[in-house]
C-alpha cells in the first residue's frame, strides 16, 4: 500500500505510523533507558509511543536533529533501532550524547537482545494540543514492532490534501476492499480542530474587546467635546481679551494630550492585569502584544485630540462679541 500510494501523482512522502500528532489521543507508555536507577518514590515516566515505517518525518516535516531517521530497513533488521526527540534527549541526557545510548520499553530493563539502540534525534512535535507546554518526550520505533491494529498513513503533497484523499482511498481499497478508511484531514484542519475549544472564547472575547474601543471612543469624544463646548463663553472672553485661535486650539490640545497620557497608563495597567488573567485561554499571545496596545492608543488618542480641537475649532471661529452678547 505504501508503495503505491508512494507512485501517486503529487505525492512527495508516505509514511505509516501507529500514531499521529494531534489525533486526540493522549496515551503514554512507560520507556527505560539502559542503565537508569529509579530514585525512592519515583515512578517510570510515559512518553509518546509510535511505530513507524516509510518516510513518516518526512510526510511530518520533522527535522534530523542528530545521527538518521528510521528507514524501512530498519522493519527488516535483527538489530534494534529507534529514534527520539529532543525534548526525550534533553530530559534524559542533558549533557548530549544520545546517539548509541540503549533503552527499552516498559518499566524496566529486559534482557540486552531486547535493547533498542538511539540512531537519530529529531525536532519535538506537540502531540497531544498545540497548546500543551510540558515537554513529555517521544520515542519512534521500527514498525515491525507494533501491536496496534489502528493504522495512520501520512502523506506529504504538493496538491491540494482534500483533492488527494479519493486518490488515497482508492488505493487503499485496491490493497484490501474491507479495510476501512476514516479520518482522512490534512493535518491543517487537525491543528485548527485542536483549538476550536480555545478559539471561541478568543473570538468571542475579541468582539467584545472591539466593541469596548468603539464604546470608549464614542465615550470619550462625547464626553470632551461637551467640556469644551461648556467653555465657549471662556474662549469667547479670551479672544475678546487679544488671544489667538492658534492659542485656544492649542490649549485644548494640550488639555486632551494630559487626559490621553493619564488614560493610557492607566489602560496599560488593565492590560497587563486582564492579560494575565486571560492567559490561560490564548496560546501563542504574550501578556502584553505590543501591536494591539499600539493600535488601541493611537485610536484612542485621535478620538481624544479631534474630540478637543473640533469643539474648541468651532469656538475660535465665533465673533467674540456675538457670543457675549449670546451669554
Known amino acids: 500500500m505504501l508503495a503505491e500510494i508512494t507512485r501517486q501523482p503529487g505525492v512527495l512522502a508516505a509514511g505509516v505510523s501507529t500514531d499521529i500528532p494531534l489525533d486526540g489521543s493522549e496515551g503514554k507508555s512507560a520507556v527505560t533507558v539502559k542503565g537508569y536507577q529509579l530514585k525512592p518514590g519515583e515512578s517510570p515516566r510515559g512518553y509518546y509511543f509510535y ?38 534527549a534533553r530530559r534524559n541526557w542533558p549533557q548530549g550524547g544520545a546517539l548509541g545510548q540503549k533503552l527499552f520499553p516498559g518499566a524496566a530493563e529486559g534482557p540486552e537482545a531486547a535493547a533498542f539502540t538511539v540512531v537519530g534525534v529529531v525536532g519535538a512535535v506537540k502531540q497531544a494540543a498545540v497548546t500543551e507546554e510540558q515537554a513529555i518526550g517521544a520515542v519512534y520505533f521500527p514498525f515491525r514492532f507494533q501491536n496496534d491494529n489502528g493504522l495512520f498513513v501520512t502523506v506529504r503533497t504538493s496538491l491540494a490534501p482534500e483533492a488527494l484523499a479519493a486518490t488515497l482511498r482508492r488505493v487503499v481499497r485496491q490493497v484490501d476492499p474491507e479495510l476501512p478508511i476514516e479520518d482522512v484531514r490534512a493535518m491543517e484542519t487537525r491543528v485548527a480542530d485542536s483549538l476550536l475549544a480555545r478559539r471561541s472564547p478568543a473570538l468571542l472575547t475579541g468582539v467584545f474587546a472591539l466593541t469596548a474601543l468603539l464604546l470608549t471612543a464614542i465615550g470619550t469624544y462625547g464626553v470632551l467635546s461637551y467640556a469644551v463646548a461648556q467653555r465657549h463663553r471662556e474662549i469667547s472672553v479670551r479672544m475678546a481679551l487679544g488671544a489667538k485661535p ?65 469643539p474648541s475649532h468651532r469656538a475660535a471661529k465665533v465673533d467674540p462679541m456675538i457670543a457675549l452678547r449670546a451669554e
Request: charged share 15%; hydrophobic share 50%; glycine share 14%.
Open 51 to 88: 511505530d513507524v515505517t516509510g518516510d513518516y518525518f518526512a510526510a511530518l516535516g520533522i527535522p534530523l536533529r542528530e545521527g538518521r531517521f528510521l528507514t524501512a530497513a530498519d522493519t527488516r533488521r535483527t538489530v534494534r533501532a529507534c529514534v527520539v526527540d529532543e525534548d526525550f
Open 246 to 310: 492658534q492659542q485656544i486650539r492649542g490649549q485644548f490640545l494640550a488639555l486632551g494630550l494630559r487626559l490621553l497620557g493619564v488614560g493610557i497608563g492607566l489602560g496599560l495597567l488593565g492590560a497587563v492585569l486582564a492579560g494575565q488573567t486571560m492567559q490561560g485561554l490564548l496560546y501563542g499571545v504574550p501578556t502584553l502584544h505590543a501591536p494591539t496596545l499600539m493600535i488601541t492608543a493611537l485610536v484612542l488618542g485621535f478620538v481624544s485630540l479631534v474630540a478637543c480641537l473640533l
